[in-house]
């Protein structure tokens, strides 16, 4: 699936936002005259994504979820928001294929009434027939973070799989697994609460690989609640790879995805096809920085040195 980003500002400044750098110094949003050259491009993909900054607020995001609403070549429209301005669009919201991936924060981050219009802004769309449509996702970026209210809301409307990140620190320096380990209480406690509530917690970007694990926190981690064979994987760090996602910019220039944005950015005039913009990436990035051990342990690997475990995201390894 490949991504449009619409515009880099944000309606909101989350503490743990690594695109921060990104919403900061983004100008022009994306140019609605470029809409059907970018369209046919993505659209072999049969998939699209709409991103930000808060996607919500480009002034005609309402234009193209209507275009795309009716552009059969796309089987599914992906949504990626705060959820804070749901009820303006709601009208625009109302089809089929589109999934809407609704990043809650809790109240200490973006503030009580906030919160609470995220969550009458969810009942608004179960209410119009869109629940099997909305996902649940959250980041979890502090130790010690708190769950509760992610959890309340999950089991008020029923969600039973819910989407989850590790973020990815603004400062990489001290190295993705000394991360990992830092942030793994957290990470368990957070498992251990989708446990007690029977919801599968699905991992989004930044895969923790395996080794990161005790046996016994890998043996716990095999009996959370999945819906299939792969998200298991992931949650168990089996398979740690991805592949370049493709975002493109308000400027027609491509990034392999978000968290590579400030790498190699170049149009998507130079490309037939976004297959030949995605092969590109994986050649100038994925295959040159896969080679780099995110620890020595790496090296003797047989995951790492058959390309089953990138270690961590890859933008850790420039």
């Not at 930000?52 to 480009?58: A, M, R, S, V």
């Not at 970007?205 to 095999?222: G, H, Q, R, S």
């Not at 390309?307 to 420039?318: L, R």
């Amino acid at each position: 699936m490949a991504n449009i980003v619409l515009l880099g500002r944000c309606n909101l400044k989350c503490p743990y936002c690594f695109a921060e750098d990104f919403t900061s110094s983004q100008g022009a949003d994306f140019d609605m005259s470029a809409l059907p050259r970018v369209l046919d491009f993505i659209a072999p993909d049969g998939e699209i994504g709409l991103i930000g900054g808060e996607p919500l607020i480009y002034k005609s995001i309402d234009t193209v979820l209507d275009i795309l609403r009716d552009d059969m070549r796309f089987r599914r429209v992906t949504l990626f928001t705060n959820g804070v301005f749901i009820d303006k669009h709601i009208d625009s919201l109302l089809f089929p294929k589109l999934s809407i991936l609704i990043n809650l924060n809790s109240s200490e981050d973006i503030g009580k009434a906030t919160f609470d219009k995220i969550d009458s802004n969810i009942e608004m769309l179960c209410q119009r027939g869109m629940a099997q449509n909305v996902t649940l996702g959250i980041n979890i970026y502090k130790e010690n973070q708190s769950f509760d209210e992610f959890v309340s809301i999950a089991n008020k409307y029923g969600f039973k799989r819910v989407r989850f990140s590790v973020s990815i620190p603004q400062d990489k320096s001290c190295g993705a697994i000394p991360y990992f380990e830092k942030m793994k209480p957290t990470l368990m406690s957070f498992y251990r609460k989708m446990k007690e509530n029977g919801i599968a917690p699905c991992p989004d970007c930044n895969i923790i690989p395996e080794c990161v694990y005790t046996d016994e926190e890998l043996a716990f981690i095999d009996t959370l609640p999945c819906f299939s064979q792969r998200e298991e994987a992931l949650l168990l760090g089996k398979s740690s790879v991805c592949s370049p996602i493709i975002d493109i910019y308000p400027d027609l220039c491509a990034a392999r995805c978000f968290g590579c944005y400030d790498d190699i950015r170049i149009s998507i005039a130079d490309f037939k096809t976004i297959s030949d913009l995605r092969n590109y990436f994986f050649m100038w990035i994925d295959s040159v920085r896969v080679h780099n051990p995110v620890k020595d342990a790496c090296r003797d690997c047989y995951k790492f040195n058959t390309f089953a475990c990138y270690g961590a995201c890859i933008c850790y390894k420039k």
